[in-house]
Nanobody, 118 residues
C-alpha cells in the first residue's frame, strides 16, 4: 500500500524558518511530479510548490524567494524549506505525489500543521 508520510510542522514566530519532509513508501514503480499544497481554515487547498522528476520547480507567487522545494529520488522524498515565514503561511501543509504504482495517479499525505504566530 502506497503511503506519503509528512513530518516537520510546528509553531514558529514570524520571520522564522521550518522544514517539511515527505517520504513515499510502498509498491512504487516511478514518481513523477511531487509537491506541497496547503489549506488554511475557511480557504480552498492551494498549490505551494511543485517539482518534476527532473528537478524543475514552480512556486506560488506568495512564497517565491522564501520557500524552496527539493527532492531526493533515491529516498522517494520531497522537502520544503520555508524561510521568512509570515502569519498568512499558517495552514495545514499536504504532500502530493503523482505515482506509477498498482494504482496510477495522485496520492496525498495526511497533512502537517504549520502555525506562524508570535
Amino acid at each position: 500500500q502506497v503511503q506519503l508520510v509528512e513530518s516537520g510542522g510546528g509553531l514558529v514566530q514570524p520571520g522564522g524558518s521550518l522544514s517539511l519532509s515527505c517520504a513515499a513508501s510502498g509498491r512504487i514503480f516511478r514518481i513523477n511530479d511531487m509537491g506541497w499544497y496547503r489549506q488554511a481554515p475557511g480557504k480552498q487547498r492551494e498549490s505551494v510548490a511543485v517539482i518534476t522528476s527532473g528537478g524543475n520547480s514552480n512556486y506560488a507567487d506568495s512564497v517565491k524567494d522564501r520557500f524552496t522545494i527539493s527532492r531526493d529520488n533515491a529516498k522517494k522524498s520531497v522537502y520544503l524549506q520555508m524561510n521568512s515565514l509570515k502569519p498568512e503561511d499558517t495552514a495545514v501543509y499536504y504532500c502530493y505525489a503523482h505515482l506509477i504504482s498498482d494504482r496510477n495517479g495522485g496520492y496525498w499525505g495526511q497533512g502537517t500543521q504549520v502555525t506562524v504566530s508570535s
